[in-house]
């Protein structure tokens, strides 16, 4: 049975198609991490474009940036962004998407400004390390997950509720979110929720299915890139870290409740269903959304759209509800 791509993603794909001409640049080549990042950041930059640019679309939000000490004793950047008069007593800690190897919290200030002046809830995103020159293995979800216990350790000044803060990212950064979850559980600091968002969960998703393919952005040559950037030696092997892979991990149990969404035409899509069966197997509370004629990131490529209005409306109620 062939696969739909909704109307409006199609419409949107076919104007970019007429832009970039009738000879697309061709793809990066396997483990080029180098060139996938440049063509992510050239990506995110211009999705970023599609919306309201911050500060001035956001006149109620501003932001602060802080300084975190990651576990191995690097300084990470985090940004604090708060709606005027909001007194909400939760927060979201937030990691972006990139591929493990792209991304910043730059590129991301309309996105998480956008979710802060709709829901009155404060977030924290990291500018974690990007793999592999950053850092590798568990590097960049120790960052995010030191973001986690430094806003807990300091949450009565930020007028926020230890209890009442969430991990949340989109692509690696809902892997990020949910490797999160998996330190802060063996830690002792459990998140309120993780809002995964197309998340990017499992390191041996590397072959490709030939009825997704013709819709596929981010490929699964791309996603072996990512995570052999990431993992380095480990790649492929038992030796991978649960929290850097957290599909891999031994058990569930214990873990905060979860919101999971993906496409139905995203390479993430069986791993996303995956982990919230598992979740839910577990009798972990997880709310599942894999939307019909969905593509990776088709939220961000046409955040007009009615896909994308009903997507946002979900996770509007989820974050206002912590």
Request: glycine share 10%.
């Amino acid at each position: 049975m062939a696969y739909t791509l909704d109307p409006e993603l199609a419409a949107v794909l076919r104007v970019l198609a007429e832009q970039s001409g009738p000879t697309p640049p061709p793809p990066p080549e396997r483990d080029d991490w180098r060139a996938l990042r440049a063509r992510g950041t050239a990506s995110m930059a211009w999705l970023a474009s599609l919306l309201p640019a911050y500060p001035s679309g956001y006149p109620l939000v501003k932001a602060v940036s802080h300084t975190v000490r990651s576990r191995d004793g690097a300084e990470i950047l985090v940004r604090w962004y708060e709606k005027a008069d909001s007194t909400p007593g939760s927060a979201v800690v937030y990691a972006h998407g990139g591929g493990m190897i792209a991304g910043s919290v730059d590129l991301y200030d309309s996105v998480i400004a956008g979710y802060v002046e709709a829901t009155g809830v404060p977030f924290l995103s990291v500018d974690y390390r990007l793999a592999p020159d950053g850092a590798t293995g568990t590097g960049p979800v120790e960052d995010v997950f030191a973001a986690l216990a430094w806003l807990s350790e300091r949450s009565a000044g930020f007028g926020v509720d230890p209890g009442r803060i969430a991990v949340m990212g989109d692509s690696a950064g809902g892997g990020l979110a949910a490797g999160t979850a998996v330190l802060a559980r063996d830690r002792g600091i459990p998140p309120a929720r993780q809002i995964l968002l197309y998340p990017m969960l499992d390191d041996r998703n590397l072959t490709p299915d030939p009825l997704l393919s013709p819709y596929v952005a981010w490929t699964w040559d791309d996603n072996w890139t990512g995570w052999h950037a990431l993992l380095g030696e480990a790649f492929g092997t038992d030796d991978v870290p649960p929290a850097a892979a957290p599909a891999r991990v031994a058990s569930v149990e214990g873990l905060a409740p979860a919101y999971v969404e993906v496409g139905e035409l995203d390479i993430f899509r069986a791993e996303a269903v995956g982990y919230a069966q598992r979740l839910a197997d577990a009798d972990v509370p997880a709310e599942l959304h894999v939307h019909s004629g969905a593509i990776h990131e088709y939220d961000r490529l046409a955040p007009d759209s009615l896909l994308a209005r009903r997507a946002m409306a979900d996770r509007r109620r989820v974050i206002s509800a912590l």
